[in-house]
Each structure stands twice: as structure tokens, then as C-alpha cells.
């Protein structure tokens, strides 16, 4: 059993990096804001109030917890979006590619 737990932090690193690397890519990717982008932000904020005062329009769904989909045709979507409080703006397709969607 020792021998086993000895593997333990190695499994455990592995695992880590393999969860860490996709997310890592769509955090500091490029965002086209001609695209629809992912905003995301902190719980219990509002996502529809966030993208429409930034400029932009939901699209799909509204009453995600944490992250909504939105477009605008305004090049600094994106900074307004982070100056009115998403935590993050990631790019949708590369978002819909890792969730296996054809786009």
C-alpha cells in the first residue's frame, strides 16, 4: 500500500496539468470581439445587466451562474466588459470547440 501512495503526487501533478492546460489555453487566447465571447463573472452577478451596459447583447441563455454568451459590434466590447465587472472575456468558438461543438 506504501508503495502505491509513493505514486500518489506524480498521479496527482499529471492529473493537474491535464485539467489545467485547456483552461489555461482559452484564458489567454485571443478574443475576437466580432465573435460571440464568453463573460464571466462572479456569482450572483448579473451577466445580463454586465453585457448590455457594456454594449452588447446576450445570446442563448440567460440564467447561467456563472457565464453567459454575448456579441457586440463594439471593438472595446471586451474592456468593457472587464471594466463593468466580468472577471473574465474568453473567445466562444474556442469555448464551443472544447465542448465539442462544430462551429
Given amino acids: 500500500m506504501k508503495q502505491g501512495l509513493?505514486?500518489?503526487p506524480t498521479v496527482l501533478a499529471l492529473a493537474l496539468c491535464v485539467l489545467l492546460v485547456p483552461i489555461l489555453a482559452v484564458a489567454t487566447g485571443p478574443v475576437d470581439v466580432?465573435?460571440?465571447v464568453v463573460v464571466v463573472a462572479r456569482?450572483?452577478?448579473d451577466l445580463v445587466q454586465i453585457i448590455e451596459i457594456s454594449g452588447g447583447a446576450v445570446i442563448g441563455l440567460e440564467n447561467a451562474p456563472l457565464?453567459?454568451?454575448g456579441y457586440s459590434?463594439?471593438?472595446k466590447f471586451a474592456q468593457?466588459?472587464?471594466?463593468?465587472?466580468?472577471?473574465?472575456?474568453w473567445d466562444?468558438?474556442?469555448?464551443?470547440?472544447l465542448c465539442g461543438v462544430k462551429t
Fill in 34 to 36: 466580432s465573435k460571440p
Fill in 43 to 45: 456569482p450572483g452577478a
Fill in 6 to 8: 509513493a505514486y500518489l
Fill in 67 to 69: 457565464g453567459a454568451l
Fill in 80 to 89: 468593457n466588459l472587464r471594466a463593468n465587472g466580468a472577471w473574465a472575456v
Fill in 73 to 75: 459590434d463594439d471593438p
Fill in 92 to 97: 466562444g468558438r474556442t469555448i464551443a470547440e
